[in-house]
């Protein structure tokens, strides 16, 4: 995949790190000269140095040529306005930007933005995980050795894959009480279908979990 | 009770109180409008005159709760005059599509995206095309009266 990043922090070097510069074709457009030297030296990405809301800039970085472009400044404004540019004056495929306020999530996904990224909507989303989890294990007599509450996490290879609820042979004194996909909780039902990546919370008897964690392996 | 009704002002907001937006937040306010200034930097209004029709608030103009403050729901007009082309055009395309502004007046530095956002329905202006603009009238004036 051909990705053009724009951003001007230095955890864009993380970022290249994490993706594979075999795999993926990547340019930089940074305002930072010094980091844009920088990385085009360490990981021989083409870098251009200069402002990306302006249209030459974007044209000197052939923007044309690329299937993703990621905007992780820190100014929504300006993040805003390339995804809209790649995309309205230069058909790019997709975009993803860094969204510094939640409040302009559901705008810039209004304006063609197809992924958007927030930080504290990210750390939201993990303490609400979290006092989900935390809630079940205050809520349930945990100490009580009789009932226990455990997680699940559906691999590639799990039995209980593309199946829906009933079809799973739950014993009795055992069920599957919540389940965390794409950063949403919900109650399963009957038809609710397993998929891979879903997080299962089971609750069961003390001496029903181990058969009951099987099922899902 | 009174046959005639006093017509309210109507309410404008002027986004950015630098070089560009202080003297039309003046203007504005001289003419009797009702007007909210927005400024990241509260020093930038000083100087302002005094009026029951002014409102400053200090924000981010592209933060929805700042706009929202400020009175965008039901606001006659918006001018983004920030000295940032970026923020004026996220300005402009917010109030236009999740307030319904009617009247959004956008400053541009950079012509090359005028098209683009002139396509979305934001009015722009562009202060290197009103100087140009300027001269070439004038030029052609001082031409006309033969001092060219």
Redesign the interface.
């Known amino acids: 995949m051909n990705i053009l990043i724009v951003c001007e922090s230095p955890k864009t070097i993380f970022l290249i790190r994490l993706l594979d510069t075999k795999e993926h074709k990547i340019s930089l457009v940074s305002k930072n000269r010094e980091l844009g030297c920088m990385i085009e030296e360490t990981y021989g990405i083409p870098v251009v140095i200069g402002d990306a809301t302006c249209m030459a800039v974007l044209e000197q970085a052939a923007i044309d040529h690329f299937d993703l472009v990621l905007t992780l400044g820190e100014n929504d404004a300006e993040n805003l306005v390339i995804c809209e540019l790649a995309k309205k004056e230069y058909h790019v495929k997709k975009t993803a930007a860094l969204v510094n306020n939640s409040d302009n999530i559901a705008f810039f996904t209004q304006n063609g933005v197809d992924h958007c990224i927030n930080e504290a909507e990210l750390f939201a989303s993990i303490v609400k995980k979290e006092s989900i989890s935390d809630g079940i294990s205050k809520f349930l007599p945990t100490r009580d050795p009789a009932i226990i509450v455990k997680e699940v996490v559906l691999g590639a290879k799990s039995k209980v894959l593309n199946k829906k609820i009933w079809e799973i042979p739950f014993q009795k004194q055992s069920l599957a009480a919540c389940i965390f996909r794409d950063g949403k909780a919900f109650i399963p039902h009957g038809n609710t279908e397993c998929r891979e990546g879903d997080r299962m919370i089971i609750i069961a008897d003390q001496d029903k979990m181990e058969d009951t964690i099987t099922l899902f392996s | 009770m009174s046959i005639f009704h006093k017509i309210p002002p109507k309410h404008m907001i002027v986004i950015g109180c630098g070089h560009f937006g202080f003297p039309i937040v003046e203007s504005l306010i001289e003419q009797d409008y009702k007007v909210t200034a927005i400024d990241l930097n509260a020093k930038a209004f000083a100087g302002i005159p005094l009026s029951m029709n002014a409102l400053m608030i200090e924000g981010?103009g592209?933060?929805?709760?700042t706009l929202e403050a400020a009175g965008v729901i039901g606001a006659d007009a918006v001018i983004a005059a920030t000295n940032?082309?970026?923020?004026n055009?996220?300005?402009s395309?917010?109030v236009k599509?999740?307030y319904r502004v009617e009247t959004v007046i956008a400053r541009l530095y950079?012509l090359?995206?005028e098209k683009?956002y002139s396509n979305l329905g934001v009015q722009v202006i562009s202060p290197v095309s009103l100087f140009t603009d300027a001269c070439l009238q004038n030029w052609s004036m001082a031409k006309g009266r033969g001092m060219i």
């Open positions: 981010d592209t933060d929805p709760e940032d082309d970026a923020v055009i996220m300005i395309q917010m599509q999740k950079d090359s995206k683009t």
